[in-house]
C-alpha cells in the first residue's frame, strides 16, 4: 500500500484548496479511507472518513459543509476538497486508510490516532493566512 498526498500550500482566508492522495496497493472497496490532519503544535485531529461501514462520508465538526472527500478508485486517488478556508485549518494533512475488516460490527467512523490506521501518508501542509 503506498499514500502520497500532495496539493497542500499558502492560501488566504476565504479560500479553496484540494488535497490529492495518490493511492495504490489495495482493493477500494474492501478498506475505509479518511483524512487526518495535525495543526502546528497540537495533536492529530480526525478530519473524515469514507467506507467505514456506515454507507456514507463522515465529518468532523468543524469542518462540514466546507471540506468533502471524494475518491476515485478507477485513477488511484482520493480528494479532500476544501473551501472557505481559515487559520484553524492550517495543519499537515494526512490521508490514511484501514481495512475494514478491522472494526466490522463497531461504531469506529474515523479516528485521529496512526494506530487506529494500517497505512498513513506522509502528509502536506496546508498554510492558511493573509
Known amino acids: 500500500v503506498q499514500l502520497v498526498e500532495s496539493g497542500g500550500g499558502l492560501v488566504q482566508p476565504g479560500g479553496s484548496l484540494r488535497l490529492s492522495c495518490a493511492a495504490s496497493?489495495?482493493?477500494?472497496?474492501?478498506?475505509?479511507l479518511s483524512w487526518v490532519r495535525q495543526a502546528p503544535g497540537k495533536g492529530p485531529e480526525w478530519v473524515s472518513s469514507f467506507g467505514s461501514g456506515r454507507g456514507s462520508t463522515s465529518y468532523a465538526d468543524p469542518v462540514k459543509g466546507r471540506l468533502t472527500m471524494s475518491a476515485d478508485s478507477t485513477k488511484n486517488e482520493i480528494f479532500l476538497h476544501m473551501n472557505t478556508l481559515t487559520p484553524e485549518d492550517t495543519a499537515v494533512y494526512y490521508c490514511?486508510?484501514?481495512?475494514?475488516?478491522?472494526?466490522?460490527?463497531?461504531?469506529?467512523?474515523?479516528?485521529?490516532?496512526?494506530?487506529?490506521?494500517?497505512?498513513w501518508g506522509q502528509g502536506t501542509l496546508v498554510i492558511v493566512s493573509s
Open positions: 496497493g489495495f482493493i477500494y472497496s474492501d478498506y475505509a
Open positions: 490514511a486508510v484501514v481495512h475494514i475488516g478491522r472494526y466490522h460490527g463497531t461504531d469506529w467512523v474515523g479516528g485521529s490516532q496512526k494506530n487506529e490506521y494500517g497505512y
